[in-house]
């Protein structure tokens, strides 16, 4: 296997290890599990998340260079999100119909589910060591060589310390801050098409008796939208001229699109509804097949955001690209925890207008860092003297 195929190999391992394991993770919410299990699975799910995702934008970045990691960010973001289509295809024929969750479907699919994760983790060994020479952002000269040398003979506490020394001074630097904007962002729209629009679609009920199916099928075309876009992107991304500002420009138009429809289409307090649901009036007639549109865009918009923010962070930052990702990851997740805070308490129009403005915001913020990204690599990053 030649060293471009290799890294290949691994990129493509890397996202069906994710799929499977997030099709357990993103399926058991739907599955009405007893409260105390549900909190502490999250628990320690969340734990896991960050070194998962950590070791997960290392793994892409050493598999990559400048001219691939486009294209193997897309590739990973679409298997990733296969999960979302999967888990919700299942949980919509299996449980079409059904008010009540007997014990014995919950049994079953908390056992298929814990079979998928553990398939999901021997997964990982396949990866393989990619060839040193091609490894993204490597120096071939003998100083780096050495002083890698000497960082392997440091103890594990030592090596802990020195990268959450990194990380905290790459918080400071312009590059992490204006990209850090954009990350917040994808963590509010994460909790919103993944928590939020869901509860709002089975609040609503002028749908009728279809009202707790159709989440599931708005799981089902979030993950259709984010496949569509990480391949999409994927495919097209060596022949991008452009850079990476035209996805994510496509990203923010194609968000606003369904901000403004599920405006129009959710009536105001469903995010607040009880279990009863509500009978309020939309400014329009709330449309089912609208509802579920929206849901496309939703996962089409995000897969423009992350899959440009892990292609940026992977150029960026390809010397040491561990501090980076967990940067990402702990911005965008305490983003999505403050968005599932107030989600408790905002009505829906207040909810979208903060998406909106963030949105905007973070968009102008990726533009401006990806304009001066050739150049930053070209200088030599602030980074590297950190």
């Known amino acids: ?127 393989r060591q990619p060839e040193s020479e091609n490894v993204l952002g490597e120096d071939e000269s003998s100083d780096e060589q050495d002083l890698e040398v000497n960082e392997s003979a440091q103890n594990t506490m030592a090596k802990a310390v020195d990268a959450f020394r990194k990380s905290l001074k790459l918080c400071v630097t312009r590059e992490m801050l204006l990209l850090s904007i954009t990350t917040a ?43 569509l876009g990480g391949s999409l992107f994927g495919l097209l991304s060596k022949n991008n001229r452009f850079g990476r500002n035209p996805v994510v420009l496509l990203g923010i138009v194609v968000h606003f699109i369904a901000f403004y429809l599920i405006f129009l289409n959710m009536p105001g307090d469903a995010p607040l509804a009880p279990v009863e649901g509500t009978d309020s009036t939309a400014y329009i007639r709330s449309s089912k097949e609208v509802a579920i549109f929206c849901s496309f865009l939703l996962g089409l918009g995000d897969s423009c955001f992350n899959t440009q923010l892990l292609s940026i962070l992977g150029f960026l930052y390809s010397e040491d ?40 915001f973070g968009t102008i913020s990726f533009f401006s860092v ?13 980074y590297r003297s950190i």
């Not at 990806?370 to 602030?382: C, K, L, M, P, Y």
Request: proline share 2%; charged share 10%; hydrophobic share 50%.
């Open 370 to 382: 990806e304009w001066d990204a050739a150049a930053i690599v070209a200088r030599g990053s602030d």
């Open 1 to 127: 296997m030649s060293p471009e195929s290799k890294k290949l190999f691994n990129i493509i391992i890397l996202g069906i290890a994710f799929m499977f394991m997030f099709t357990a993770f993103q399926t058991c919410g739907n599955v009405a599990p007893f409260p105390w299990s549900f909190y502490t699975a999250s628990v320690f799910i969340g734990i896991a998340a960050a070194v998962l995702w950590t070791a997960q934008g290392n793994c892409l970045t050493i598999n990559s260079d400048e001219h691939t990691i486009g294209r193997n960010s897309g590739i990973f973001w679409a298997l990733l999100q296969s999960s979302l289509f999967f888990g919700n295809l299942y949980i919509y024929f299996a449980w079409q119909g059904k008010t009540h969750i007997s014990e014995s479907d919950r049994r079953t699919v908390f056992i298929a589910l814990t079979v998928i994760s553990l398939v999901g983790t021997v997964l990982f060994f396949l990866i």
């Open 185 to 227: 962002y994808t963590g509010l729209e994460l909790t919103f098409f993944s928590g939020v629009y869901g509860t709002c679609i089975g609040a609503v009920n002028k749908f009728g008796t279809e009202e707790k199916s159709l989440i599931g099928l708005s799981g089902i075309f979030i993950g259709i939208g984010e496949i």
């Open 321 to 360: 690209s561990a501090p980076a990702f967990a940067i990402f990851k702990f911005v965008q997740s305490i983003c999505a925890a403050v968005a599932f805070f107030y989600s408790n308490y905002l009505l829906l129009h207040w909810q979208l207008l903060v998406m909106v403005i963030f949105g905007f």
